[in-house]
């Protein structure tokens, strides 16, 4: 890497000079105040380690019983797919479709695009349309809504405390631990180090 | 701030939008449509394309399916043949009355603060990139970068009705259904992040630059 690196801003188009970012630390535009490049721990193999935990917690938080309704020896079980399933049979079939996205259907291929560009690129190989998956999760992430389902979790527990007892089974454990472990995983991963090795040397 | 200033497009180049490349411009950079960044093969634009019709339009459209959103029922609940609907406001009342403040806090900001505190940041930063404001300019980036960052916590209450459809499901004793303002609101949300996502804050700084020429 050389010592000076020509950058622009992302989001006021001005044109500076990088010096190298130590570890750790993140170079910050001088006019604006954005965030241009942040220099992580050079390792693929936390995120990647990380990456396939989260594929075994969606798995689970699909797999296993989310809230179970009690109430006067009535039990009512139910899995994360299930409220989708209800809005689709009232004939909401657009709203279950976002939800599906944004809670399946993007997680689900934000782990799979991620270990696709992450495992060949810490083994030093080239990945086919690695930038085109760059673009794609770039696309998705906004649209990636797990933590805001927790949250919504949390609320639904308090308006029905009243009206029933809700039991959280596995897939609200497996679930909260899934927002963490992806969290420290794209917090590990460093964008502009796998583009270097790219160009780099093969 | 009498600093000379350089942006990429002044010096005739383009940060590639996916891997931060810095590209030469074609000339004339108006037919720089089909240009490719040589590293990942997007395409290069100096600037998001009609930026200000797009996200007029997108504000506009979120505008008019705020007021069904709010108006309409978002869940109707059906106990013993007695349905009773609840809008999103009588929502957050519900939770006001039954003591659980920091909850309704959290709906009424996901709910009802946040989209409408969303149309009018949009709304006056493209009024301000309009009349070439050259005021703060710095505080309207960070303004910008708060509202693309925020939008998406909307979302909370259209799955709080999903989580709630499927556990209150049963027969006649209790059931409750997704109502209308659900597709609403949901709409909004979408609708005023897609908005926040066709706006280009560079365009912010664009006028700035014209001043020193």
Not at chain 2, 59 to 77: E, H, K, R, W
Not at chain 2, 82 to 91: E, K, P, V
Request: charged share 15%.
């Amino acid at each position: 890497m050389s010592a000076m690196h020509l950058m622009a801003c992302h989001d006021c188009d001005l044109l500076q000079k990088i010096p190298s970012v130590p570890e750790g630390s993140a170079a910050i535009c001088r006019r604006c105040g954005t965030m241009l490049m942040q220099n992580k721990p050079k390792s693929f193999q936390r995120p990647v380690a990380l990456l396939f935990a989260a594929v075994i917690l969606f798995i689970m938080f699909n797999a296993f019983p989310f809230l179970t309704f009690k109430k006067e020896g009535l039990e009512h079980q139910t899995h994360v797919i299930t409220g989708i399933r209800a809005l689709a049979d009232q004939g909401m079939e657009a709203l279950a479709v976002l939800v599906a996205i944004n809670l399946l259907i993007v997680p689900g291929l934000h782990l799979l695009a991620s270990l696709y560009v992450l495992v060949p690129v810490s083994l030093n190989r080239k990945v086919p349309g690695m930038f085109r998956v760059f673009w794609y999760l770039r696309i998705m992430q906004p649209w990636h809504m797990v933590e805001i389902f927790m949250l919504g979790v949390l609320v639904s527990l308090v308006k029905l405390a009243k009206m029933a007892q809700i039991v959280p089974g596995v897939a609200v454990y497996s679930l909260t631990a899934f927002i963490f472990v992806l969290a420290a995983a794209s917090a590990a991963i460093d964008p502009h180090e796998v583009w270097e090795r790219w160009e780099g040397p093969q | 701030m009498n600093k000379e200033v350089l942006t990429a497009r002044k010096a005739g180049l383009i940060a590639c939008s996916v891997c931060h490349l810095l590209c030469p411009a074609t000339p004339p950079e108006r037919t720089a449509k089909s240009a490719k960044c040589p590293r990942c093969g997007a395409t290069l634009r100096s600037r998001k394309p009609d930026s200000i019709a797009r996200t007029w339009a997108l504000v506009m459209a979120a505008c008019i399916f705020y007021i069904p959103a709010n108006i309409l029922p978002m869940t109707v609940v059906t106990s013993l043949g007695q349905a009773q609907s609840d809008t999103i406001l009588s929502g957050v009342i519900y939770f006001v009355q039954s003591g659980s403040w920091p909850i309704a806090l959290v709906i009424f900001i996901a709910s009802v603060f946040v989209p409408l505190l969303k149309l009018f940041i949009l709304s006056y930063l493209l009024i301000s990139v309009q009349r070439r404001s050259r005021s703060r300019p710095k505080d309207r980036t960070r303004l910008y970068l708060i509202t693309e960052a925020v939008g998406r916590w909307s979302m909370l209450d259209i799955f709080v009705v999903t989580i709630l459809v499927a556990l209150v499901n049963l027969g006649a004793l209790a059931t409750i259904q997704a109502g209308p303002a659900a597709l609403f609101f949901a709409a909004v949300v979408v609708i005023t992040m897609l908005a926040a996502m066709s706006f280009d804050p560079r365009l912010i700084w664009d006028a700035k630059e014209k001043m020193h020429e």
